[in-house]
């Protein structure tokens, strides 16, 4: 079965550095999705992007958040300069179209110290 | 509104069945989803319903979702020591663009 995967499945970086998380959706989907769980808490969308550009953002996707499909595969999450508070799993998904199911990868665990 | 509530918790024997709650407040939601987490693991989808029906079936799982009421449930038959996770309604609404609105999580414990 398709699977949407995430590299690395746990970081750890230092306050203030930037971050690139990286998601390989799945090959025909066209909708794609950056979510965040801060643990113990709930999943929170950060962000969608569909034919090359962000279709919407939420509040917690600052100046600080960008997101780049740079080749075919690849979607990517960069966080400039972390802060304590950005330590969370984050999650990739993707839809192929705007009916069904989205399909999510396994997570990175960003730890920011 | 943007809450879609669930109970934190649901401990049931193995080979019970389990029914997990959801309600939700916004009635624009289109299409309502179950995912599964295992502990230090992605969300696995189970299933999902488009808000015309009233219930789907997909062998262990029941979903019954009660539009007028705005309240949602998974029942799943025969619950296993595998079914133990945390257990996610989410909900996509109408003019809420493609974003998935999560629960808060019921996490479901299955004792022997």
């Known amino acids: 079965e398709p699977e949407v995967t995430q590299t690395p499945s746990h970081q750890v970086t230092q306050m203030g550095q930037e971050v690139i998380l990286r998601c390989v959706p799945i090959?025909?989907?066209?909708?794609f999705y950056w979510y965040r769980q801060i643990l113990g808490q709930k999943v929170e969308f950060l962000v969608s992007f569909y034919n090359n550009e962000i279709s919407e953002k939420s509040e917690i996707f600052d100046d600080q958040f960008s997101v780049e499909r740079p080749d075919g595969s690849n979607f990517t999450l960069k966080i400039r300069s972390t802060k304590l508070e950005d330590s969370a799993m984050y999650f990739c998904?993707?839809?192929?179209?705007?009916?069904?199911?989205?399909?999510f990868g396994s997570g990175t665990r960003l730890t920011v110290v | 509104g943007e809450d879609v509530e669930q109970s934190l918790f649901l401990s049931v024997r193995e080979g019970d069945s389990s029914v997990i709650n959801c309600t939700y407040t916004d009635s624009s939601s289109t299409y309502l989803y179950w995912y599964k987490q295992e502990p230090g693991a992605g969300l696995q989808l189970l299933t999902y319903?488009?808000?015309?029906?009233d219930m789907k079936q997909d062998q262990r799982l029941t979903v019954l979702l009660n539009k007028k009421d705005k309240h949602l449930s998974l029942r799943i038959a025969d619950t296993q020591t595998g079914d133990s996770a945390i257990y996610f309604c989410?909900?996509?609404?109408?003019?809420?663009?493609?974003?998935?609105?999560f629960g808060t999580g019921t996490q479901l414990k299955v004792e022997l």
């Open positions: 319903i488009f808000s015309n029906m």
């Open positions: 998904a993707s839809r192929r179209g705007q009916d069904g199911g989205y399909t």
């Open positions: 989410a909900d996509i609404r109408t003019g809420g663009g493609n974003k998935l609105t």
């Open positions: 090959s025909n989907h066209l909708y």
